[in-house]
């Protein structure tokens, strides 16, 4: 028999328990071309998560890591930055990865089920953050806004704890409403009440892009997990109405509008619309192949804050269309690849889990996708970070933990598949 024949026979012997001292394998999972099976020989090892969204998360980082300095570096010129180093949001941005990757080590040894038990009082504690910082001397005000909660010398954003919080209450919520979730006033409108709670102290401080954000996971949740089509448009149409009176009803987000819609118009090129024109500036500047690394002209006191909301633009300048393209198809390929391990995890009746994962994917989709959208001046400016690259610690903490739990999702969901328990 020849060797190709020997091994193929062998293979179809140990499929059905033919290979002696070893336990007989369950026939094997084949799940997007790689198959699972379970084998004495082979025990589930912290290898079984999906490498290549591991891979691109982490080139995402490193090239936020490196336009992060690239468009700090000048900072320190200006008189409100003097006393900084030129590396220190360098600094401090591998600080937040350092802490952020520990974070989430930890988050991918808690297993989904914990996860669905503490739910409930994850978004109490969420809502709790989201009070302490509207107190007075408690929470910290920077540029008019109370958004932030002091650690020490460092700052918290509890907006960001809230994302994930209504992530995963509104995640369990529909595995718990399952049954009823075509009555409106059994499986809507409480969780509709949960996120307007929420919308009420974001808007308190005021963080309105923060609330879109969470109102946008929370409908997405919904309508995956199965509720009436009809229902879904209702409460989309009711959130579209809110975020219209609004802005009706706020002069200074009414002007944003007008300045989205002619940022270089006399009126608005010196004020609310001088960000978005430099930003479109920096683009255009970048052309095709961009200028270079470092070799950004916005960003040196042109562009504020360009290591924060408007990093993508730095992008832009330097690495040109070819970067902003390639920036674009890494988090569309991210946003899709968690929405499969989502669906894979349905598809095993692991319900919970599987509307988390797509859950972080809607909110890592939707927020990059506003940030895009913004520097490219097709939306109007909110104050969105770009998911994983932009400076900030909260942001980079709470993403972290997030895609931790999707990994957590998939090496659960191959352990299944392998025949193994959770």
């Known amino acids: 028999m020849t060797a190709p024949a020997s091994t193929l026979l062998q293979r179809v ?8 001292g070893k336990a007989a394998d369950v026939l094997p999972v084949r799940v997007g071309g790689t198959e699972y099976r379970q084998s004495s020989s ?5 290898l079984g998560f999906d490498q290549a969204l591991l891979w691109v998360v982490v080139a995402l980082l490193a090239w936020g890591l490196v336009m992060v300095y690239s468009a700090s ?12 180093a030129s590396t220190h949001f360098l600094t401090r941005h ?5 802490v952020g990757f520990v974070a989430a080590l930890l988050a991918f040894q808690v297993p989904m089920a914990l996860w669905e038990r503490v739910a409930p009082w994850l978004f109490i504690v969420a809502l709790l953050m989201l009070v302490a910082v509207l107190i007075p001397g408690v929470g910290k005000v920077v540029n008019g806004a109370r958004r932030w909660l002091s650690i020490g010398p460092v700052g918290f954003q509890p907006s960001e704890v809230a994302k994930f919080a209504v992530l995963i209450y509104a995640a369990d919520y529909m595995v718990r409403k399952m049954e009823v979730k ?21 808007l308190a401080e005021p963080d309105m892009g923060a609330f879109m954000v969470v109102a946008v996971i929370a409908m997405g949740i919904l309508f995956l997990g199965g509720v009436n089509a009809r229902m879904f448009f209702l409460i989309a149409g009711v959130l579209v109405g809110a975020f219209a009176l ?6 200074w987000r009414r002007e944003r509008v007008f300045a989205y819609l002619d940022p270089f118009s006399e009126q608005h090129a010196l004020g609310k619309g001088y960000q978005l024109s430099h930003s479109l500036i920096a683009i255009g500047r970048g052309e095709v192949f961009g200028v270079g690394l470092g070799g950004s002209v916005e960003k040196l006191h042109w562009l504020p804050e360009a290591h ?7 992008i832009g300048e330097e690495f040109g269309l070819v970067g902003v393209v390639a920036l674009i198809v890494l988090f ?33 989709g939707f927020q990059a996708f506003i940030n895009m959208g913004v520097n490219l001046g097709a939306l109007p400016t909110k104050g969105l970070t770009l998911p994983l690259m932009s400076f900030g610690g909260s942001a980079i903490l709470m993403n972290l933990v997030a895609l931790a739990v999707v990994l957590r999702v998939d090496y659960e969901n191959k352990l299944l598949m392998r025949g193994s328990r959770v």
């Open 246 to 251: 609004m802005i009706a009803s706020s002069p």
């Open 332 to 364: 569309l390929w991210m946003t899709r690849r968690i929405m499969h391990i989502g669906r894979q995890a349905i598809a095993l009746d692991r319900v919970f889990a599987g509307l988390v994962a797509q859950g972080v994917a809607i909110w890592i």
């Open 42 to 46: 082979t025990p589930a090892s912290v």
């Open 94 to 98: 591998m600080m937040y990865l350092v």
């Open 182 to 202: 075509e009555r409106f006033f059994r499986a809507v409108l409480p969780m509709g009440a949960a996120v307007a709670i929420v919308g009420v102290l974001l």
């Open 13 to 20: 012997t140990g499929w059905f328990g033919g290979l002696p």
């Open 308 to 314: 924060t909301d408007f990093l993508m633009a730095v």
């Open 73 to 84: 570096i000048a900072m320190p010129d200006n008189p409100r930055f003097a006393n900084y």
